[in-house]
């Protein structure tokens, strides 16, 4: 039972390059999120989706952007990466709204 | 805004201690409250839920307490070991998402 699978792992980028964060989940979750995890801040909801077809802002959504591929799948990317933006990136997911939420085990980004 | 506080940020204690989390936040309008575990370099894993409506949520050595009125909740861990040793995080359910306490790191020293 994968649960929650994040790809890539671990990726470096230099400054002003693009990539997108995959994630897929096989519990047949509705809900899906992005977070942020940084010292001394916790996590931070990046963007979330509540449901197939819909996305909305978190708390921190400036220089990312979604796509909910699919019930399954929710990428996360970044279009001009800024060193700003190095950080560990989890995705999560929910069967609906406000229930128990499974992570993935991260993405480490660094931007250089 | 919804603001999650977790006392201690540290804490160390011998194996087969009793040990309380704490965690406190600021508006008492939530869905649900949930305790996390994460391993270092590892994700989150969900450790109990409790529901607004419940008081108290237990599985195996864990107990976690809820009261919504006075914006706290506790962790408890019976019998401490080593292997618990990780960071805790609760996170509060709101309309729509949680928000996160910045966690308790726990060392159980053998």
């Known amino acids: 039972n994968a649960g929650v699978t994040q790809t890539p792992k671990f990726q470096v980028l230099k400054t002003g390059q693009s990539m997108t964060l995959q994630c897929a989940q096989d519990m047949n979750h509705n809900s899906m999120y992005w977070y942020r995890q940084d010292p001394g801040m916790g996590l931070r909801l990046i963007y979330y989706s509540a449901s197939e077809g819909t996305t909305d802002k978190g708390e921190v959504p400036n220089g990312y952007n979604v796509s909910r591929l699919n019930k399954r799948e929710f990428s996360l990317r970044l279009e001009s990466a800024a060193p700003s933006q190095t950080s560990v990136y989890f995705c999560a997911s929910s069967e609906v709204g406000r229930g128990e939420l499974f992570f993935g085990e991260g993405s480490r980004l660094t931007v250089l | 805004k919804q603001e999650v506080t977790q006392i201690p940020a540290a804490l160390s204690v011998p194996e087969g201690e009793n040990l309380v989390l704490n965690c406190s936040f600021t508006?008492?309008?939530?869905?649900?409250l949930q305790w996390f575990r994460q391993d270092p370099g590892k994700g989150l894993t969900s450790l109990l839920l409790?529901?607004?409506?419940?008081r108290e949520q237990t599985s195996g050595r864990l107990n976690a307490s809820l009261d919504k009125s006075s914006g706290r909740s506790t962790l408890y861990i019976a019998a401490s070991q080593p292997g618990d040793s990780a960071t805790y995080l609760c996170?509060?359910?709101?309309?729509?998402?949680?928000?996160f306490g910045k966690g308790t790191m726990l060392l159980v020293s053998p």
């Open positions: 996170a509060v359910g709101g309309y729509s998402t949680l928000t």
């Open positions: 508006d008492s309008a939530i869905y649900n």
């Open positions: 409790i529901q607004s409506s419940q």
